[in-house]
Nanobody
Framework: QVQLVESGGGEVQSGESLRLSCVVSGDTVSSACMAWFRQAPGQEREGVAGIADDGTTTYAEAVKGRFTVGRDNAENTLALLMNNLKPEDTAMYFC?????????????????WGQGTQVTVSS
């Protein structure tokens, strides 16, 4: 069984930065495709940044150049560095994982999910 626990969310001003972390338990982490998703109130959950088991990454257009995803298989962690945050980045952010190569930003490709961490950006 795989469990994911996110941390690092908070409330910041527009233009500031946050770093989210996701600790993953389970012996399949190194071979998992992983990603960050976000969901704002009343909106669909959308993929933000994904990383394959070989380190290949993909990003949503809205965050390219501002967000960076990384993984440390030795420490079983996934991170998301978010720079130049905007009010429209406000959402609950979720960590997701699934066995397979990836990268992917499709919700249907992931079977393991964390509980989420809230990010609020004020103008």
């Amino acid at each position: 069984q795989v469990q994911l626990v996110e941390s690092g969310g908070g409330e910041v001003q527009s233009g500031e930065s946050l770093r989210l972390s996701c600790v993953v338990s389970g012996d399949t982490v190194s071979s998992a495709c992983m990603a960050w998703f976000r969901q704002a109130p009343g909106q669909e959950r959308e993929g933000v940044a994904g990383i394959a088991d070989d380190g290949t990454t993909t990003y949503a257009e809205a965050v390219k150049g501002r967000f960076t995803v990384g993984r440390d298989n030795a420490e079983n962690t996934l991170a998301l560095l978010m720079n130049n945050l905007k009010p429209e980045d406000t959402a609950m952010y979720f960590c997701a994982a699934e066995l397979g190569a990836g990268p992917s930003l499709s919700r249907d490709d992931f079977g393991w999910w964390g509980q989420g961490t809230q990010v609020t950006v004020s103008s």
